[in-house]
């Protein structure tokens, strides 16, 4: 058995993470995960629970393929919890594919940074163990340096979700500024109207009234 610890901060506010934890994958910094599909949704005292089943691709030597076999697409189960009010969102991933042999189980966990307010603290563990297959030890050391690329790769891919998000909320924003000068700008045009046939049938008025006098 094999246990891979590691912490990173994220220059983000836990909400902005969090949100785009969920718009993860696919993204082109980490091509292994191919697909998520959620299973389950259901909201309990608050805290939001989502089971997804994931589908990702595991590049094996082929000497371990012919160990374990080969499969063209991997599937895992992720269970996640988010607590808006404690502002923890945990995420357990366990391999399905494999299973027999392998044992994956992965836990993250992304929280406020303890000091640094306006950061985000990921906490990410991973255990691996290999049985029932020659060289599991081996195996174990392969995938393991596998997680720890990969959630460097994953780090990437979650910065590059949350600079699309930006971009599109700079984007929602302008689009709402213009919109609101346009308002503005139409319901000033529509005032000037106003204002001009009211000053037209003033005198108008003003004019008859006058006829009438005389």
Not at 11 to 27: D, G, L, M, S
Not at 86 to 110: A, G, P, Q
Not at 112 to 124: D, I
Not at 149 to 165: D, H, M, S, T, Y
Request: proline share 4%; with cysteine; hydrophobic share 35%.
């Amino acid at each position: 058995m094999k246990i891979w610890t590691s912490e990173h901060t994220f220059n983000h506010p836990w909400e902005t993470v969090t949100q785009a934890a969920w718009r993860k994958y696919p993204n082109p910094m980490n091509q292994g995960v191919i697909g998520t599909d959620v299973v389950d949704r259901k909201v309990v005292d608050g805290v939001l629970h989502t089971h997804r089943l994931v589908s990702s691709k595991w590049y094996f030597p082929k000497w371990a393929q012919k160990l374990i076999g080969a499969a063209n697409v991997c599937y895992a189960s992720e269970k996640s919890t988010v607590d808006p009010t404690s502002r923890v969102m945990m995420l357990r991933t366990i391999n399905l594919t494999f299973c027999k042999f392998i044992s994956l189980d992965e836990v993250l966990y992304y929280t406020p940074h303890p000091v640094e307010p306006g950061k985000t603290l990921l906490k990410q563990e991973a255990t691996v163990t290999v049985q029932g297959v020659p060289l599991s030890h081996y195996m174990e050391e392969i995938l393991t340096s596998k997680i720890s690329f990969n959630a460097g790769k994953g780090r990437q891919g979650l910065e590059w979700v949350i600079g699309r998000l930006n971009s599109e909320m700079k984007g929602i924003a302008e689009s709402a500024c213009k919109s609101t000068d346009e308002i503005i700008t139409q319901t000033k045009k529509s005032l000037d109207d106003i204002t001009v046939t009211a000053r037209k049938n003033m005198d108008e008025l003003s004019s008859a009234t006058s006829n009438i006098h005389l």
